[in-house]
């Protein structure tokens, strides 16, 4: 052999010792797909594989391969001659996993096959898919969450296992003092620790100031940068933290603590991590926040809209129920039961079509009719003006017709007499002992929103001692209200000395459950008219002369050591005197106007109505009381800031001959009082008999017609029993000093304090 023949011998010899020292394995394969030829690596593989590689076909040495689509490869290879075909392949030697890149190419039959370890690689993208199926799963369940409660627990699921970490600590910055939202791989006396070492207020109040997460890797930097928290570092058992503030456009919501068991060396992958984590909680974090305020001010809403419990008053009983669809909150029904003056209540059912707006519009317009109570309106008027803001709120409300069904009833137990007027409602039920419930026969006008004209208001007279029921909200088909009553009134009826409250409690349960099967709301008003008795009650008449302020002072004097309240013997004297006087100087008296050579009288009337007294004079006059401020030099003007200083409340209201001016007072043992509400009732009803005297606000068509007359009495007497006391429940706030006064064409109601 020459030299040029031992040449290419020297170069292949040194081409395979190069493949044999390469650290990435090589194995050739021959025709029969038997390995031919492996260098080192290869071997050292199939040693670590527990195979012997020479003359065996790899997959069947290692079954693995075929799984990972060797063949295929090396079929991909044969048919295509000349051309590099590749795959990964992960094998399962001892030490764990790894994966190779494995390369082949067919050369005259033969094919090669190199193996290049592509581990940490491969590890990498497998890893970064995994935090992105996790963050879209930490995402989904943020969005699926409704609370902060949801977003911990959301946190703990995803988030912990995503990161590798044990603990978690999550505090609420929104609020005055820091909240703890959720404590996970934590021992519940960590929490208590957490709280006294200040954990959130320091820790995280670092990360909140940089707006960047803040890594501890080990317990010893923890010491080093806050060595006051090593002993709450210990009692966690933890060895790495990472504090993520959540914040967004730059307003710190809360923050997150992860706490791991190991110390850890963060890596960048760690804090993007951590910043998209902190990115989606702080959103989650904001949305409950937002969501919170917005349930917070409905709940607020819904509790105002909602009806309440009826006010104690005197001579009458009340018992309401209020069902919501399917306990919701309130919808387009209500109803009041509202304290008037001279003892008088308003009682109010009604009913608001309004579409989605409902609940708004009967908002609205329960608080219209609550304002033209107040004011001690005629009832025809109050509908009149409801109807006006019917038709105001239909505009506004996108140009839906807005309609409302409304029953209104004035009792006045002082005289037994109850002034009705409805708008489209259906009129009350009434019981009457030994009776068949049957409805009470009144006009019914059309409903607010509608009517051109206002509903007429009706007197009745001969409803005391009888139970009104007012309903709405009954779905068609079901139990009439009727029948219903008469369930209760057969089984229970009425007794002759009048209903008490657990009688009207069972016959509100008792409507309740017979019409159970009804879809809707349902609103159900049940009272009981009783009378005020006779001996808290005083009138007089006066001539509309001057002297009569004084005898006025001998009257209240007189009926009020009669009631054992001398302690307002000053107060109510004053306040007598003054308002007679008005009507002497400024006011004509009953029946007379200013062309009448006589002076003509006026009426004076004195009510003890348990937790306070009231004044009331009655002139001929029908223009409103004002309150002046005269000067130092003037001499009048200053009765009315008298009575206003002097009262706890009052006002004025119209009657058909004139008006009537009040003033309250609350009694020095109003408190005691009211400890006798049920039987001072009972003791108050009395039968139906009225006459023209006995009509505290006069004998017409519309309720506050006339003044009071008197009627024969005997020498005024305390009470064995006190009347239930009427305002404290729902007394409108005081105003003090100023007062507030109506205008000229309505009556005025003024709270002193």
Known sequence: MNADEHAPRLGWQWLSELMRDSPDPATVLDSDDHVEWANAASLDLARRLGITPAGAIPWEAVPALRDEGLPDLVARARHTPGTPTSARIRMKPATGNVWYLVRAVETAGWVVLQW???????EAEYAAIDRSRGLQALNAALIQASGTDGIVAAIVEHALPLLGATGLVMHDLTGPEPRLLGLAGHSPDFAHALEAMDWHRRLAGAAQNSGQPLLVG????????WPHLQPLAYASGKQAWAVIPLTVAGDPLGVAVFAWDTPRQFTADDRSLLGTIGVVAAHALRTAHTLRQARQRADRLEKELAPGPPPDLPGIRAAVRYRATGGAGPGGHWYDVVPLSGGRALLVAGEVTAGPDDAVAMGILRQQV??????DMPLDDVLAHAGDAALRLGHRLGGAAVTARCLLAVVDPTSGRCTIASAGHTPPTVIRPGHTPSVLRVPVGDPLGIARVP?????????SGTVLVLANGAAPGGTSLADAIAHHSDRVPLPAAGADSPWLESLCDTIIEDRASEHGDLVLLAAYIGRLPDDHIGAWELPRVPESAAAARGHVDEILNAWHLPELADTMELLASELVGNCVRHASGIGTDAADPTPGHVWLRMLHLADHVVCEVYDGSASAPRVRHPRLTDEYGRGLQLVALSTDSWGTRYTRLGKCVWG????PNAEAAKDHRQTTADSAQRPAEHGPGDDPEGGG?????????PRPRPTPR??????SAPHNATRRPSLSPR??????SGPTTRRNG
Do not use: Y
């Open 116 to 122: 290049l370890d592509v581990t940490e690689q491969t």
């Open 218 to 225: 080990s317990a010893e930097a923890l010491t080093e940068g």
């Open 739 to 744: 007062v507030r006064t109506g205008g000229g």
């Open 701 to 709: 068509d519309t309720p506050g017609e006339g003044p009071p007359r």
């Open 664 to 667: 309250a007072v609350d009694a």
């Open 455 to 463: 509903a007429q208001a009706t007197n009745r007279d001969d409803l």
């Open 718 to 723: 305390r009470a064995a029993q006190r009347i």
């Open 370 to 375: 609550l304002t033209m109570a107040a004011l």
